[in-house]
């Protein structure tokens, strides 16, 4: 069994102009690892997520995927080796169908880009189809595939970008404040459905400020601020550390992590 981390962030560094959003920040997820990513308002979790997905590119330092140097390459070829995200803000497309938005992500699953997927839909049809609806059926909205995306409740287009993702047959799935929005009731569903993705062997990194859900659902939490990890452990751990409680100016994340 290899002890190679899925997923290993080297020194990562950051600038934009003369910000420092991402400050000398190393990590790891093991395969099939649930880990949160925690931090004030500004803390650059956003950043280190698009450094990651090489949206961004590093200012110095490397991202490990699978133990191969990813840090070059588009944000299309790093999900193609498998790893998906979602994004803070929605990036569904509202006048697309349910099922459209799902396909597009299975459309990158089989194609060299989004466009060449496009280009070649027609012999990938069936294997988009089905691909398409398998996600649909894991994230419930197969009774919805036919609705434009834009009538969707806040919560069902939350599914919608995680269906999204998953099409790609991602081994990591990194989320973006995935519980953002959502009330008590459908956090906890939530939060079911995201454990249920790691029973059956996805690794996540999820960005997330309800405390109650990161610290339930994590087996490991990291922190940041200032751009920088000040932290690394268990949910327990992270939630009676002193330089953590500082750094949230006297919150209630210790009272929130007891609850785990």
């Known amino acids: 069994m290899t002890t190679t981390p899925l997923l290993e962030i080297r020194n990562a560094t950051r600038r934009f102009g ?23 308002n500004g ?19 490397s991202v490990r995927f699978d133990d191969s140097d990813i840090s070059s390459l588009k944000s299309f070829e790093v999900a193609r080796l498998g790893m998906a995200r979602t994004f803070q803000n929605l990036r569904v497309m509202p006048n697309l169908s349910v099922f459209d938005n799902v396909s597009i992500g299975a459309l990158g699953a089989f194609g060299h880009s989004p466009v060449a997927a496009l280009l070649h839909r027609r012999g990938y049809a069936e294997d988009i189809s089905r691909r398409t609806w398998e996600v649909l059926e894991r ?31 991602p081994r990591l799935l990194i989320l973006d404040e995935p ?6 009731t459908e956090t ?8 249920q993705l790691s ?44 330089i953590v409680l500082e750094a949230y100016l006297g919150s ?3 009272n929130e992590g007891e609850a785990a």
Do not use: W
């Open 18 to 40: 003369g910000l420092l959003a991402v400050d000398d920040f190393s990590g790891v997820v093991q395969r099939g690892e649930r880990v949160g990513l925690i931090g004030p």
């Open 43 to 61: 803390a650059g979790k956003t950043t280190l997520f698009n450094l990651i997905t090489c949206f961004t590119p590093l200012s110095s330092g």
């Open 139 to 169: 994230a419930g909205l197969q009774d919805v595939a036919g609705e434009l995306a834009a009538n969707l409740s806040y919560g069902k287009r939350k599914y919608l970008e995680i269906a999204r993702a998953l099409a790609l047959s």
């Open 179 to 184: 519980a953002a929005g959502l009330n008590d």
């Open 188 to 195: 906890a569903q939530l939060g079911q459905f995201v454990r």
């Open 199 to 242: 029973d059956e062997g996805l690794s996540l990194l999820l960005v997330e400020h309800d405390m109650n859900f990161v610290m339930n659902l994590c087996e490991r939490v990291m922190v940041m601020a200032s751009g920088r990890k000040i932290a690394d452990g268990t949910p327990q751990e992270i939630s009676r550390d002193p």
């Open 252 to 254: 209630d994340i210790e």
